[in-house]
């Protein structure tokens, strides 16, 4: 293998780069079910339960799928099972112009959506810095985990802008195109592994190269990848750690992707606040975020990432408890530091989560993390039909709010307490 010092630039920046791209055009959807709820609530009568569901059915399968795509990913490579999930997104959201039933609505948002973008996600960027990266894990995981936020920064305005002057359709049409779209740039300029390209991992030595092909040649035949992503929730439900990470994970998912990131428009629609300018707002986490991951990838390859998570879920619980109060029909500073407060935590917690999963269970840390992250969209599904529920019972959010802070609390302290990996003997 040549040695990346010949090379002006490592191709597993490039690869990092497309990488970055394919998360940006998956984003869309992810941000899209906050603009879309009211216009679809308008149009065909249906509740915020009736709506949640669905996108609590796109969530669930979002997070099971993850560990699944994570062992395909590892028996087929990257560019395969990255190029269907954005087919699957595409699909989906353009179909789902054809939704007058929830059961359609379930059908494409649900089902079609979510199992494409479990596909990718956070599960695809633990595996591009598995397998491409030894040295600045921590900033690619933030990077990586960035282009979701990215996505959402691009989208959300013009979707809700789209929902506003032409209706919802439109908007969906848009996520399809530009999912479609990234399908070429995976093609042409992804690649699997460095052995493709006759490359070490960026940072590693000959001799770590060595010591890693011995030990990913001691591991026995893989098989069935449904099959092996089973065995390894097996092995890893056998340690505390896997269990520490779910729970957390849990948490972290309820409180961003199942709540905030669907309800906060409806939530400020209620208070009186236009749906536009709550979608600037969400948007607007989108900004901080990116800057916020970053700066956690680059503090993870320099702190013990378990302190990094207990302040991570411990500062998002007090914002949680302040946003009752916060929330009103226009905007005000105190709105935005919490808007800046959550962007920077928005996904912060992902690069210290995938290097505790890297740092415990070594080469099946990508799939190891698949399961963690399943746990992360199991949270937020719940957290998505439960406070569309709340609202549905109480007229507002205030108990789905507060209860969110006091699961915050919990991940905090679990995060906290987790061990870390025996050092090794000599």
Request: net charge positive; glycine share 10%.
């Amino acid at each position: 293998m040549s040695s990346p010092r010949t090379r002006r630039i490592h191709p597993a920046w490039l690869v990092a780069g497309v990488g970055f791209l394919a998360l940006v055009g998956a984003a869309g959807f992810r941000s899209a079910p906050g603009v879309m709820m009211v216009p679809l609530e308008e149009e065909f009568g249906w509740s915020s339960t009736t709506i949640s569901i669905a996108i609590g059915v796109n969530i669930l399968l979002f997070g099971l799928t993850a560990p699944f795509a994570a062992a395909l990913m590892s028996r087929f490579g990257l560019r395969k099972v990255t190029t269907g999930a954005l087919l699957l997104i595409s699909a989906g959201n353009a179909l789902s112009i054809f939704a007058t039933n929830p059961f359609i609505l379930v059908l494409t948002w649900g089902v079609l959506i979510g199992l494409g973008s479990g596909s990718m996600a956070l599960v695809f960027a633990a595996t591009i810095t598995n397998t491409w990266f030894l040295a600045r894990r921590g900033l690619v995981a933030g990077v990586l985990s960035a282009g979701s936020a990215t996505g959402q920064l691009i989208f959300l305005p013009v979707m809700a802008n789209l929902v506003t002057t032409t209706g919802w359709r439109s908007a969906s049409l848009l996520i399809a195109a530009a999912a479609l779209a990234v399908v070429p740039l995976i093609l042409l300029f992804m690649r699997n592994s460095p052995a493709d390209l006759g490359v070490r991992r960026y940072g590693e030595s000959e001799e770590q190269a060595k010591v890693a092909a011995a030990l990913l040649a001691a591991e026995p035949p893989r098989g069935n990848p449904a099959k092996y992503a089973l065995v390894v929730l097996k092995e890893a439900s056998r340690s505390r750690t896997f269990w520490a990470l779910a729970v957390g994970f849990a948490i972290c998912g309820a409180t961003t992707n199942g709540l905030i990131g669907v309800h906060f428009i409806p939530s400020a629609h209620d208070h009186g606040m236009p749906e536009t300018t709550a979608a600037g707002l969400l948007a607007a986490v989108g900004i901080f975020d990116i800057f916020g991951t970053i700066a956690s990838g680059w503090l993870t390859d320099r702190v013990n990432p378990r302190i990094l998570l207990a302040i991570y879920y411990f500062g998002r619980g007090i914002s949680l408890m302040l946003l009752p109060v916060l929330l009103s029909a226009t905007i005000h500073p105190s709105l935005i530091l919490f808007i800046v407060i959550y962007g920077l935590d928005w996904v912060a917690t992902v690069p210290p989560t995938i290097a505790i999963c890297n740092e415990m269970f070594g080469n099946k840390g990508p799939i190891v993390f698949g399961w963690v992250f399943a746990s992360h969209q199991v949270g937020a599904s719940v957290a998505a039909i439960a406070a569309g529920t709340v609202r549905d019972l109480t007229g507002e959010y205030t108990l789905a709010w507060f209860g969110a802070a006091g699961l915050c609390a919990v991940a905090a302290w679990v995060s906290f307490r987790i061990r870390k990996a025996p050092a090794p003997v000599d």
